[in-house]
């Protein structure tokens, strides 16, 4: 029996969603884009961590409220196709899918690049380990949301304990190397003085990391009472991700400074694990290695799930074939949706530039995020569960910071964006040449010989 149109199973309480949300944060946002955005801005990677905590904060509140009165697969593709206009829509989709892909890859690179550090292999076998790890990440997916939950637990339980040890262990080292290696603040790792631009550029990056809390909304169908599960979930992730977030960003770029941070991000894709083997513990950096191997795999996890659920959604809307909307048998994976999302990200890894992959996800989620408050702006007063001030404020913010990545990366992605709106109006003639022609066939069989 066909169950394209069928629910999926709501499996997920406040705790699960949680740990879903914190699996989809802290993995690649912390064990790498760190180094990224230091990279760019220098000690001033401090300040763009709370600032970025801020907006995503914002946007964090107003994804709540929207999963919280319409609870299906899809996020701000449903809530565009609810609230505002099915162009608008299908943008947040497709530029969901192109975020999230452009992640995935950033974390199946991270992993690898933590894991052949860890275990001393050569970083030729970079790409073929990331690739592997998808496909393993893909299967764990297809056996159902309560086998990838337990699996979820067990990394985020890991990571959460690997970065706690990396803040109280790297304390010493701050407090002895602190003065140097946070002044001059406002200098970047390649001593130039910070500006606007760069300290905009650096905030934008740092606000992907934290919208793994969109994860939650994403699945919003599969959750237990979601009025008051969701927003409860994305609150606490918040909370928890962006104190872990300060104290990791004060620790990495005050014990060794950012260039040394900034280095080991571009050659070996490995952050913080460079940054404990300078700590004073015997055993750090395999610590720190296991934790960033556990929470890469997460982050990998959470994506495939959040990225199938889109498809699951535009394929039931008809905005894609409506054959990656069908569910397997128990109703608990959209199986062919998961499948193409895990050859995307392989194909999307070949690219094996983590800035790249991570500067492109950034612009593309600010666009997506942009169309979720205004989504949020146009909620009933008895929809809305906070201010409206609170969409205006991610809205303003998302919307200006989409563009201070670099300018090929915006203009690209402004390219996609057109692209697949000539997609969406091609599909939907297809589609309707097909039916008219199929009416007019049953008519013709219809008739009297």
């Known amino acids: 029996m066909s169950r394209s149109h069928s629910s999926l199973r709501r499996e997920l309480g406040v705790w699960g969603a949680t740990l879903m949300g914190l699996g989809s944060i802290l993995g690649t946002g912390v064990f790498v884009s760190i180094g990224v955005a230091a990279d760019i801005t220098g000690p001033t990677i401090i300040l763009t961590v709370a600032f970025a905590a801020l907006i995503a904060t914002c946007n964090g509140l107003n994804s709540a409220q929207l999963a919280a009165n319409h609870a299906v697969s899809g996020g701000t593709y449903e809530y565009g196709y609810k609230y505002l206009t099915p162009s608008l829509g299908f943008t947040a989709g497709w530029m969901f899918l192109l975020a999230k892909t452009a992640s995935g890859a950033t974390a199946a690179l991270g992993f690898a690049g933590y894991l052949l550090n860890a275990t001393g292999l050569d970083h030729d076998f970079l790409i073929p380990v990331a690739i592997a790890a998808v496909v393993i990440m893909t299967l764990v997916i297809l056996s159902g949301i309560q086998r990838s939950n337990i699996v979820n637990v067990i990394i985020v339980t890991i990571t959460l304990f690997s970065l706690i040890f990396f803040i109280v262990a790297g304390l010493p080292l701050v407090i002895s190397q602190g003065r140097d290696n946070l002044t001059p603040f406002f200098q970047t790792a ?260």
């Open 190 to 449: 390649t001593d130039s003085n910070i500006s606007l631009a760069t300290v905009l550029h650096a905030t934008a990056l740092m606000f992907v990391a934290y919208t793994g809390y969109g994860r939650i909304a994403t699945m919003s169908e599969e959750v237990r009472e979601p009025r008051q599960t969701i927003p409860r979930a994305i609150i606490t992730t918040m909370i928890v991700a962006m104190v872990l977030y300060m104290g990791i960003s004060t620790v990495a770029v005050g014990s060794v400074g950012a260039k040394t941070l900034s280095s080991a991000t571009q050659i070996q894709v490995a952050p913080l694990e460079v940054v404990a083997s300078y700590f004073s513990i015997p055993g750090s950096s395999q610590i720190l290695a296991v934790g960033a191997i556990t929470a890469m795999l997460g982050v990998l996890l959470n994506l495939i799930l959040g990225l199938s659920r889109v498809l699951l959604a535009m394929g039931r809307r008809g905005d894609l074939p409506k054959i990656v909307a069908h569910l397997n048998s128990a109703g608990t994976a959209p199986n062919l949706a998961v499948l193409i999302v895990g050859v995307a990200i392989c194909a999307l890894v070949l690219i094996d530039n983590v800035k790249i992959t991570w500067s492109f996800s950034a612009f593309t989620v600010l666009v997506y995020y942009t169309i979720t408050n205004l989504a949020a702006l146009r909620l009933s007063p008895t929809e809305r569960l906070y201010p409206k001030w609170l969409a205006w404020i991610g809205l303003a913010a998302c919307l200006s910071l989409a563009f201070w990545v670099e300018q090929q990366i915006w203009l690209v992605g402004l390219g996609l964006i057109l692209a697949g709106l000539l997609w969406k109006i091609f599909f939907e003639r297809l589609r309707w040449a097909y039916l008219r022609v199929e009416g007019e066939l049953e008519t013709e069989m219809g008739r009297p010989k």
